[in-house]
């Protein structure tokens, strides 16, 4: 029997936490997937997921923390957080190379599907799996965790369950309009020297592990990384967002 697992969160486990699981469930060996994304990608990303589960910084204060020392990052660093399991003999690891298999055009989906799981005839539905929030949103949600007695997941889950999709819309238009000299944007260059050293030694240490052969491609992206977000100081000063984040807050409380 084979059990399939599948959790963000695993990407914080150690090997010591895997065996625990292994030895649970009675498996022989566990076949670790480990979806590699581009390092500024993956953190921008893993920062609104951040958001959506409390947290308050904002994306330069999250980038700038991790970006003091990339080379002791887990987030920008994959092979700081993937490189014991090598040595486990207990654990199998597919490292499955994300910017290189969307350059080419392959679904991630199907290459996971019959490349690691060996399974056969299987096709992707089209459409995103899980819909990413408009930046707007994030920003608003942060402003509802900092006001809030209680920033956590469930604040993000009774956003969604009391505001219609329209009303978000209209969410969206709001902080747009009125932090509209907020709007910023923080850029990554392509050239970064320890992007470079970072691809090396996933290259070199992890090489044996990938799922596919991206020969001299560039396993990352090899693009300036450019993201947008709000200052702090445009929404704090929006009395019409300071409104209509009291009034979320007190439906929710209600």
């Known amino acids: 029997m084979s059990l399939l697992l599948s959790s963000e969160g695993f990407s914080a486990w150690s090997p010591e936490r895997f065996h625990a699981l292994r030895v649970g469930v009675n498996a022989h060996q566990i076949e670790l997937i480990h979806v590699l994304r581009d390092p500024v990608e993956r953190l921008a990303s893993y920062w609104a997921e ?31 957080g993937l490189r014991p399991f090598l040595r486990d003999p207990k654990v199998r690891l597919h490292l499955v190379p994300y910017e290189y298999l969307s350059s080419c055009g392959r679904d991630l989906f199907e290459h996971i599907a019959t490349r690691v799981l060996n399974l056969e005839d299987v096709k992707a539905k089209p459409g995103p799996a899980n819909e990413r929030l408009p930046l707007e949103i994030t920003e608003f949600l942060r402003f509802l965790n900092m006001h809030s007695a209680t920033p956590s997941a469930a604040l993000r889950l009774a956003f969604m369950a009391r ?7 209209d969410i969206v238009r709001l902080v747009s309009a009125e932090a ?8 990554v260059p392509a050239d970064a020297a320890f992007l470079r050293h970072i691809e090396t030694r996933v290259r070199q240490e992890l090489r044996n592990s990938f799922t596919c052969d991206p020969g001299s491609a560039s396993v990352f992206r ?28 007190g439906r929710i409380a209600a």
């Open 50 to 80: 951040e958001v959506k589960h409390g947290k308050t910084e904002s994306l330069p204060e999250r980038l700038a923390r991790e970006l003091t020392n990339p080379y002791a990052s887990n987030l920008l660093n994959p092979a700081l």
């Open 163 to 169: 505001t219609s999709p329209r009303e978000r819309a």
């Open 222 to 249: 090899n693009t300036t990384h450019s993201f947008l977000y709000y200052a702090d100081a445009g929404l704090w000063l929006s009395g019409a967002v300071r409104e209509k984040a009291n009034d979320i807050l």
């Open 180 to 187: 509209r000299g907020a709007h910023k944007r923080l850029t």
